[in-house]
Structure formats: C-alpha cells, structure tokens
C-alpha cells in the first residue's frame, strides 16, 4: 500500500568545481570549465520523491502543497539565485558537484519528514546529467 509522491521544482545557481589541496593543472585536467574560477550557472530540476502508506484519515501519503512549502522554505529558499560556494554554507568545504548537492538536499528536507516516510532526490543539472540520492 505504498505510493510515491512527486514533487518537482526548479532553481538556478552558480558553482566552482575544484579541490583547493590540488594544483591549478590537476584542478583544470579534472573539472575542466568546471573550475572557472569566476563560477558558472545551471537551471537545476529538482525531483523530489516521498514514499509511504496513505493516511487512512485524509488519504494522503504528504499534501503536495505541504511538500512544496517545505521545499521552497528549506531549499530553494537558500539555493535559488545563490553562488552555491559563497552564499551557502554548506558547500564552503564541500565541492557543490550534483551529487554533493543532492546528499545536501536530502539531508535538509529528511529533518522535516515523518520518519514513516522514505526520500529520494533525484538532481537535474542538465537535461541528460542527472543523479539520484540515495541511490537504489
Ligand atoms: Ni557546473
């Protein structure tokens, strides 16, 4: 009896990919444009996926307009329009890659779910790139 609620949403960021223990070579062979040092942006989609039995009193297994709220208050709230390297911090030690974002995500929105629910964020950073977290 469990179903999987989607929600989707979208934020636009700006991020560096590089490892400051690393020469500016090794930085550019590895992450190559992405190790602009003046950053670059990306449309991210964000899909996130909430699993579990509906409430036998209202049928739901979370109200979308509960899901959607707790999303834009805990994650796009602080993500949208942001430099993710600079403006949050979250990602002063740790490389803002997809997946790093993703693990991030899921770790702010679990705090604010029922423990009965399982997540799942899956991360557009490009139409054909996309990762998942956790991963099944
Ligand atoms: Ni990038």
Redesign the pocket.
Known sequence: MRVAVYREEHFNAA?R?YNPAWSDEKNDSVFGK?NNPNF?G?NYRLIVRVTGEPDPETGYVIEFKTLSDLIKEHVLRHFDHKNLNLDTPWFRNLNPTAENIAIVIWNILRKQLDNRLDLTVRLY?TERNFVEYPAA
């Open positions: 991020h990919l992405c670059h990306h950073e």
